[in-house]
T-cell receptor, first 114, second 115 residues
Framework: AQSVSQHNHHVILSEAASLELGCNYSYGGTVNLFWYVQYPGQHLQLLLK??????LVKGIKGFEAEFIKSKFSFNLRKPSVQWSDTAEYFCAVNVNTGGFKTIFGAGTRLFVKA | GAGVSQSPSNKVTEKGKDVELRCDPISGHTALYWYRQSLGQGLEFLIY????????KSGLPSDRFSAERTGGSVSTLTIQRTQQEDSAVYLCASSPGLAGINEQFFGPGTRLTVL
């Protein structure tokens, strides 16, 4: 069965530290990849997405993610985090199973200390 | 413009009762998803609708769960004979165009508590 694994459930960083959140998926076919973010008290919203082309994609607020097909990974990075990046981050994969089904990871809660 | 709305925002019910959760997607969005978010479990896919195609129900956890989408717009998720393990936040999302290649826009969710 298809699955998405996010390796870190809780991450605590100080401001200006670098961030990397891991995401691996298990599916051998064509995938579209997403990172969503949920800030405290807000709805889930899209951070960035990958469909094809350059495997390094840039999103909002200085985030980027790299698709490494051979590793089935789509890790999220930010060089210097801010207190306002405190949120829960979800990796998601759309798999083509005749239709499109979206599978989300369990999420990573990031807390940035001011 | 208006985003995805869900009602009620909170629902407390007794075990064994039926509940209906409503989702109003963004106007014109052809794809609609339902998810369940339990503490520490991430988002669990339940069902999705794409235009007039048959819905993908593969994520529904039991036959107590059903959903419909009337007129390609509003959707209702029904849980019959609720159990305590059904307690969770139920999220709805809609998407323009083809599902799978477009961003999903999420509603605020309905927090369901089964006593």
């Amino acid at each position: 069965a298809q699955s998405v694994s996010q390796h870190n459930h809780h991450v605590i960083l100080s401001e200006a530290a670098s961030l990397e959140l891991g995401c691996n998926y298990s599916y051998g076919g064509t995938v579209n990849l997403f990172w969503y973010v949920q800030y405290p008290g807000q709805h889930l919203q899209l951070l960035l997405k990958y469909f094809s082309g350059d495997p390094l994609v840039k999103g909002i607020k200085g985030f980027e993610a790299e698709f490494i097909k051979s590793k089935f990974s789509f890790n999220l990075r930010k060089p210097s985090v801010q207190w306002s990046d405190t949120a829960e981050y979800f990796c998601a994969v759309n798999v083509n199973t005749g239709g499109f089904k979206t599978i989300f990871g369990a999420g990573t809660r990031l807390f940035v200390k001011a | 413009g208006a985003g995805v709305s869900q009602s009620p925002s909170n629902k407390v019910t007794e075990k064994g009762k039926d509940v209906e959760l409503r989702c109003d997607p963004i106007s014109g969005h052809t794809a609609l998803y339902w998810y369940r978010q339990s503490l520490g479990q991430g988002l669990e896919f339940l069902i999705y609708f794409q235009g007039n195609s048959a819905p993908d129900k593969s994520g529904l956890p039991s036959d107590r769960f059903s959903a419909e989408r009337t007129g390609g717009s509003v959707s209702t998720l029904t849980i019959q004979r609720t159990q305590q393990e059904d307690s969770a936040v139920y999220l709805c999302a809609s998407s323009p165009g083809l599902a799978g290649i477009n961003e999903q826009f999420f509603g605020p969710g309905t927090r369901l508590t089964v006593l």
